[in-house]
């Protein structure tokens, strides 16, 4: 019989994502809010990197992948229309896809990314490495629902193209809850 031996040495990329994600799960633990992802050319990738933290089923309820359209049709809500008049890598669909997410879910944040990886899929406008991110947070209080999204376009190949994606996940979900100093007490 053949022994598979595994290397268990951590990487830059999943140390930072490992600390990203920790941080992440301090600040939803301490407003006891759970969170959701919803994600196309990261497949997953970013629930991974929450679910490596240990504990984090206090405050994540569930990550969908969502890497054809007809699954952000069906499991995110996404509208055909979004489609038609604007691509899956754009941004009316990372926010529809990050509300449909929050809103199905239940949760208080969801995170969407959808985006071209490559090294094929590229388009007029949107050439290998464009990523979309939307950000959708529910407020507890007024029940209303903010959604930002930011688009980035980032280099090297498709595992360097989803790693950048998965840390600008977790780092602008962090931001977007991060409490703020207004200087007010």
Not at 14 to 20: F, G, K, P
Not at 87 to 98: I, N, T
Not at 155 to 183: C, F, H, K, N, Y
Request: proline share 4%; charged share 15%.
């Amino acid at each position: 019989m053949k022994q598979l031996t595994i290397n268990n040495t951590a990487t830059p990329f999943t140390a930072q994502s490992r600390d990203l994600a920790t941080a992440l799960g301090q600040l939803l633990q301490a407003r006891e809010w759970v969170m959701t992802t919803v994600e196309s050319c990261t497949g997953g990738l970013v629930a991974a990197a929450i679910t490596d933290v240990p504990g984090s089923s206090a405050w994540f309820e569930q990550g969908l992948v969502t890497y054809s359209n007809p699954a952000k049709q069906q499991l995110a809500g996404v509208a055909t229309v979004i489609f038609e008049q604007h691509g899956a890598v754009s941004e009316a669909c990372v926010r529809a896809m990050a509300d449909g997410g929050l809103r199905r879910s239940g949760a208080q944040v969801a995170v969407a990314v959808s985006g071209i990886a490559g090294p094929d899929g590229a388009m007029p406008g949107k050439p290998v490495g464009t990523v979309w991110f939307a950000w959708a947070l529910n407020h507890a209080i007024s029940g209303d629902t903010q959604v930002s999204a930011r688009c980035c376009q980032f280099d090297g190949d498709r595992q360097a193209v989803r790693e950048q994606a998965v840390l600008m996940a977790l780092r602008g979900t962090i931001s977007r809850i991060e409490p703020t100093d207004t200087g007010t007490t």
